[in-house]
């Protein structure tokens, strides 16, 4: 019966050890292309060939872990430039991350990871990976992300998801997302010059964001 009582337990202690290491990594999402994502046929054609090589991608982990590291609170900022539109497959592609340095080195080495890892085709050859003080707030239905000095991503999402036609959203996010909704973008900036990534951009209000929240 001993024997018995210490394999159950053990059992136990590994089925909850499991549990643990299998939380799934969730949290909130926003990203920014140089292109409209949600536009009329005319102003799509004139854009796809032309525009889209640069992009910036935020999370903000709310819950979950990676190898038994928790990544709740953890901030992360990929700036992606291509060769042509991001959109199309197999476009060289190079970005650098950031990732928030009020994290622990051990979480923002796990979540660096995991977002290489797991977005490696969206990302291609990541230049760098620098702790800096991401910020990522959502107040209502406005995102807004910064690195000071680096990145500015402002943006509204719509009043409500009824309000754009589906016909006229011609992209579809690098992250998949449990309620993606477009975006109004108010500011899309990129100014690091040190990134390595041979470009630096300010544009202007757009229809060119998405948001949600992700599962990993």
């Avoid at 799934?24 to 054609?45: F, I, K, M, N, T």
Wanted: aromatic fraction near 8%; charge should be positive; glycine fraction near 8%.
């Amino acid at each position: 019966m001993r024997y018995a009582t210490l394999a159950t337990a053990a059992v136990a202690t590994l089925a909850l050890a499991g549990a643990a290491k299998a939380a799934p990594l969730r949290g909130d999402y926003v990203e920014a292309r140089s292109l409209s994502v949600y536009a009329g046929a005319c102003h799509y054609s004139a854009e796809e060939v032309t525009a889209g090589k640069q992009a910036t991608l935020a999370w903000r982990f709310t819950g979950g872990d990676s190898n038994g590291v928790s990544l709740k609170g953890v901030a992360a900022v990929a700036v992606v430039v291509g060769d042509s539109n991001l959109a199309h497959p197999n476009v060289p592609r190079r970005s650098i991350l950031y990732v928030s340095n009020t994290a622990t080195a051990a979480e923002r080495n796990a979540a660096a990871r995991v977002l290489s890892s797991r977005y490696s085709a969206v990302l291609g050859t990541v230049t760098a990976v620098r702790a800096a003080p991401v910020t990522f707030e959502r107040a209502g239905r406005r995102y807004r992300v910064a690195v000071p000095g680096a990145v500015l991503l402002v943006a509204d999402l719509y009043p409500c998801k009824q309000c754009t036609m589906d016909m006229q959203v011609w992209y579809r996010p690098f992250v998949t997302l449990t309620d993606t909704e477009v975006a109004d973008t108010l500011a899309n900036r990129f100014a690091d010059r040190s990134s390595g990534l041979g470009a630096t951009w300010a544009i202007g209000e757009a229809n060119s964001s998405f948001a949600g929240s992700f599962v990993m």
